[in-house]
């Protein structure tokens, strides 16, 4: 929504209604919200506390975390490009075309749902992990597919096909 939209309709609010924390900046690259979880894991203790979501359209990721009382700041959470993955895990940056969701396992951890054929008709989808990995001395996660690597977090894929 865009703030002054959210600030205009406020007068209409009732008693136990409230506007959102967070206005989602979008432009024509960035259109929908893919709704994500509060990291409660303990892979990435660095996003302990903070609301991870995804664009569809673009394929960013987000952390969205709270810098005081009721302020709310966004910061994209960056993933590796596939020159910069390991060889082995090349294969699976072709798997993030769509990001339909997230989930959550029961220690906490995040996962996405993604795939490259939105009719349906193909078998392309996979769950990914994301996960801490240390690459280069530098701390940057990445996806792995449940094993695929993303930037300060890394997935992995399962063996399932969706």
């Not at 294969?91 to 989930?103: P, T």
């Amino acid at each position: 929504m865009l703030k002054s939209f959210c600030l205009f309709f406020s007068i209409y609010l009732s008693a136990n209604e409230s506007l959102p924390i967070y206005v989602y900046q979008h432009d024509w690259t960035r259109k929908a919200v893919i709704g994500g979880y509060v990291y409660r894991g303990t892979q990435l203790p660095w996003l302990n506390g903070q609301y991870i979501f995804a664009d569809f359209l673009s394929l960013e990721l987000f952390r969205l975390e709270e810098v005081s009382g009721a302020e709310w700041k966004a910061a994209i959470l960056p993933y590796c490009s596939p020159s910069k993955c390991e060889d082995s895990q090349q294969k699976y940056s072709s798997l993030m075309q769509y990001i339909l969701s997230f989930g959550e396992d029961l220690k906490g951890e995040l996962y996405l749902l993604v795939t490259t054929d939105l009719s349906g008709t193909e078998s392309t989808g996979a769950v990914l992990r994301i996960s801490a990995q240390i690459r280069n001395h530098s701390h940057r996660p990445f996806f792995s597919v449940v094993s695929g690597i993303i930037g300060v977090v890394a997935w992995q894929v399962t063996t399932a096909t969706l």
